[in-house]
């Protein structure tokens, strides 16, 4: 499993560590309206799928927004952003922030996303911070697990991989 610490204290990531290669695992999230969303339903995308603890922090904040930014930059990538947060807070903060090119999904109700790519923690039961790109035909072509959950992830490495993907 991936080494990660939250504010410098080691975590414990539940679920199986998604590698470079491996088939990526399908999932069901919520959308803000309740809907279920599954990777299936970006079938022939690129997914960029950027994992948040909380949308309402600050590098989570950040996060969100920069890859809202670069959406637009894609031809045939969708990019993603998955938290723990309860699905109406996530529209809210999508609503204030003007985040339109990404989707924000709560993986709240069963943590289906966070046990299946390793990104469950334990003593919080949120999600580590982290970044998966998929291809088209569903495998995984980049991770990072953020070693410290509180720093940012390799926004260049994570876009240029998107960018390959296509």
Known sequence: MANVTFKQNPVTL?????????????FTVLSNDLTEITLDDYEGKVKLISVVPSIDTGVCSEQTKRFNDEANEFANAHVLTISMDLPFAQKRWGAENSVENLD???????????????ALMQEFRLLARAIFVVDS?????YVEYVKEGTNHPDYEKALDAAKIAE
């Open 14 to 26: 539940l679920g199986s560590e998604v590698k470079v290669g491996d088939s990526a695992p399908n």
């Open 137 to 141: 035909s569903n495998t995984v072509t």
């Open 104 to 118: 924000l999904l709560s993986d709240h109700k069963k943590a289906d996303f966070g046990e299946k790519y390793g």
